[in-house]
């Protein structure tokens, strides 16, 4: 379809045309790109007053068309300005002077440039040489020099290359090559050996502490210093060390790196000679007085001495421009250094406590508001943190589920009052964190609410002298028989659970009082230095034994203990002598299970969870030879794999009582635990929890316990004869 033309202005080879396409000279074809010269015009028509260009960039004398060289040297580019040979295109740069950071513009893109007196052909290979001029575009180009790879590819093709010539005369040059000469003069070459002493000290510092006292002037205070030398180049480095909160930075350099000389002579004098370059500021609303400086400490003359390693010192006083600075300590490295390089010991000094001492970073007084460590944080951080938990201490707890999370101890308050006297507290120590508890025990007739006597929080015990934090009420200080002071009231700890007191004996090393062999040993230290003191203990426990069983009732030989060694022993040490030696009565297998099974079946209950339906199809499917019987390890596999709805440890003491040497009957176990076909025998009451710690005499009212004094003879006097 041709293009619509106004009525007498078609002619009839506009009228047939049907390709109005702009020429173009670049080319793809089969994925390889090349230059095509041959299209002109409008859709392959020249234009009026337009003339064909020849096939090539410069003239064959043979009037043939030659085919085009960049196939066989692809890619090649002539350095000049610069030349690419495979499309005739040029590109001028100037070159980048130097090590200068200044990125030199380009003169000229890359394209084909006309010849100056010829406009319709282009430059080629020919018209580039070395020592003649080209004109680009009306300004003349000297081509002075090529590169390598030129010469030798326009010697290939047949070109004598001149050799190189020496640029024009510039400005620019000429300054450049002044820059260059200035630096060569200032480099400083070092002559003493300065490389070497860096290879053989690099990184090691000498770091003194010191201090500056500026008392004397207005305003003046005492300042602590770190110096530090670096032996690698003789530097010295002066940093001051301010304690927090006295409003000055920390760790701001008092004198920066650089050789500090010894003596200083006066600054102002610079007219008549100072022996280094010196700076003269002019007043200023900053700096009101006109002020003399040191320009750059590093371009001392050679006559000037400078501080060394043999200039520093403990006890000796250093003047660095003007300020006396006293050496007082050093690091371990130092002190080696002197002791095999100079066969001298650093010794410390002490400084007497200044009288400004303790005024900066003062701790508020706690007021009662939140924990003692979060108002001590907030008056040492400008933005107040909350203090950090001891995770270590719920690992040390929780990685053995047998240890109970909590202490229990039975309570009196210490008091005057006969009603406070009277009441029963129940005070709970916890091992995560330190918090303590003390709530009164339910069904107290006296007049007062039954509630916690204040909130769980860790009670403090005093300060430590070192850190000047507060010290908290440890495990360790909790036994029967101590006191403790909660809230302005005192409290006597009079009894501990069954839970607590194996914790303890389980952990003798971390309590004492609960250790057998120490408390034995203290309690045979308390008799009476006689032979016989022994026999007088055991004619004592045979009095009061009338049924001649050797069996005694818990409190008789407690009682006993106490008459022989007086007040030598606390009341937690008499207990932890009469649990080892105690004889509990025997509750029945039977019996501690169907407990046991009634509970879980009640906790099973609650859940709508049936062991028929979840618990026995998991255990026949795993039960491939049909035994009846599993392993303990892969019934555990399956109590966890189902989720059963109850403590773990209820189950792992149900399964201790039924397991034999075959295995574990598994439809016993899902036949006690089916609390809808066979529920447990009705009990009068249950338990409200139980652990591994359950006592099953106390519960079963069968808790009056015998201690076996003989045998507790028997061992007191093998330990007399040691």
């Known amino acids: 379809m041709t293009l619509p033309f106004v009525a007498g202005q078609a002619y009839l080879d506009q009228i047939t045309q049907e390709d109005f396409r702009k020429p173009h000279f670049l080319v793809r074809e089969n994925n390889v790109p090349y230059v095509v010269n041959g299209n002109v015009g409008v859709g392959g028509r020249l234009l009026a007053g337009k003339q064909k260009p020849p096939a090539n960039s410069f003239q064959n004398t043979d009037r043939v068309a030659a085919p085009s060289q960049w196939p066989h040297i ?63 575009y009306g300004r003349q180009h000297m081509i002075y020099s090529c590169d390598l790879y030129t010469r030798n590819t326009l010697t290939k093709m047949g070109f004598v290359v001149a050799p190189a010539q020496e640029p024009p ?26 490389f070497a002493r860096f290879l053989q000290y690099d990184g090691q510092v000498l770091r ?36 927090q909160l006295n409003g000055r930075d920390m760790w701001r350099p008092f004198i920066k790196r650089a050789r500090i000389p010894k003596k200083v002579a006066d600054l102002s004098k610079v007219n008549q000679g100072a022996p280094w370059p010196v700076l003269k500021t002019m007043p200023n609303g900053r700096h009101p007085i006109q002020n003399y400086q040191l320009f750059d400490q590093a371009q001392f003359p050679e006559n000037v001495a400078v501080f060394t390693d043999v200039d520093l010192q403990c006890g000796r006083e250093i003047c660095v421009f003007g300020r006396s600075i006293l050496l007082t300590d050093c690091d371990d490295f130092t002190k080696w250094f002197y002791r095999h390089r100079y066969q001298k010991e650093q010794e410390a000094i002490h400084m007497p406590d200044s009288t400004d001492a303790g005024k900066y970073g ?30 270590r201490k719920y690992l040390l707890v929780d990685q053995d589920f047998e240890d109970p999370n909590s202490l229990v101890f039975s309570v009196k308050m210490i008091t005057d009052d006969a009603i406070d006297g009277s009441r029963n507290f129940i005070m709970t120590y916890s091992l995560n964190d330190d918090g303590v508890c003390v709530k009164e025990r339910v069904g107290a007739a006296h007049g007062h609410d039954v509630r916690a006597y204040g909130e769980k929080r860790p009670v403090k015990k005093g300060h430590n002298p070192q850190t000047t934090l507060p010290q908290y009420l440890q495990p360790e200080d909790l036994y029967v028989g101590a006191v403790v002071e909660l809230r302005g009231k005192r409290f006597l700890l009079t009894e501990a659970d069954e839970a607590t007191l194996s914790f303890m004996e389980k952990y003798s090393q971390r309590f004492p009082y609960s250790d057998i062999q120490r408390t034995i040993t203290k309690f045979f230290g308390a008799l009476p230095l006689d032979r016989e003191a022994v026999s007088m203990v055991r004619s004592n426990f045979e009095d009061r034994d009338s049924s001649k069983s050797g069996l005694l009732d818990w409190d008789q030989f407690v009682k006993c203990l106490t008459d022989a060694a007086k007040s030598a022993l606390v009341p937690h040490e008499y207990n932890t002598i009469a649990r080892n030696y105690a004889l509990y009565p025997h509750i029945s297998k039977e019996r501690r299970r169907e407990l046991l099974r009634t509970f879980i079946q009640q906790r099973l209950r609650q859940a709508f969870w049936e062991p028929q339906q979840k618990l026995l199809t998991a255990l026949i499917r795993i039960d491939v030879e049909n035994r009846k019987f599993i392993s303990r390890e892969e019934m555990d596999n399956i109590l966890k794999a189902t989720r059963i709805p109850t403590k773990y440890v209820l189950v792992s003491m149900y399964l201790d009582l039924v397991e034999t040497d075959h295995g574990i009957p598994y439809e016993q176990v899902v036949r006690d635990l089916d609390w809808v076909r066979n529920p447990g025998r009705h009990l009068a009451k249950l338990p409200e929890k139980m652990d591994l710690n359950f006592d099953f005499n106390k519960f079963f009212g069968e808790d009056k316990r015998g201690v076996r004094y003989r045998d507790f003879i028997q061992d007191l006097r093998r330990f007399g004869c040691r």
């Not at 500026?214 to 530097?235: A, Q």
């Not at 508020?364 to 943190?385: A, F, M, T, V, W």
């Open 208 to 243: 003194f502490n010191a201090v500056w006292n500026d008392k004397k002037s207005m305003f003046g205070d005492e300042h602590t210093l770190l110096v530090r030398f670096y032996l690698s180049d003789g530097t010295l480095e002066i940093l001051r060390k301010e304690p």
């Open 74 to 136: 692809p890619h090649a580019t002539l350095q000049f300005g610069s030349y690419v040979y495979e499309d005739n295109t040029v590109e001028i740069t100037e070159s980048q002077a130097g090590n200068t950071e200044y990125v030199p513009p380009k003169h000229l893109s890359r394209q084909r440039v006309p010849r100056a007196n010829d406009p319709d052909t282009f430059l080629s290979v020919y018209d580039f040489t070395v020592g003649k001029p080209v004109i680009i």
């Open 169 to 194: 005369y510039s400005q620019i040059m000429a300054a450049s090559k002044l820059s260059k000469m200035d630096e060569k003069l200032k480099r400083h070459f070092n002559t003493d050996g300065h």
């Open 362 to 391: 003062k701790v508020c007084p706690y007021n009662q508001h939140g924990s003692e460590e979060d108002s001590i944080l907030n008056c040492q951080k400008l933005r107040p943190l909350q203090p950090l938990t001891d995770l």
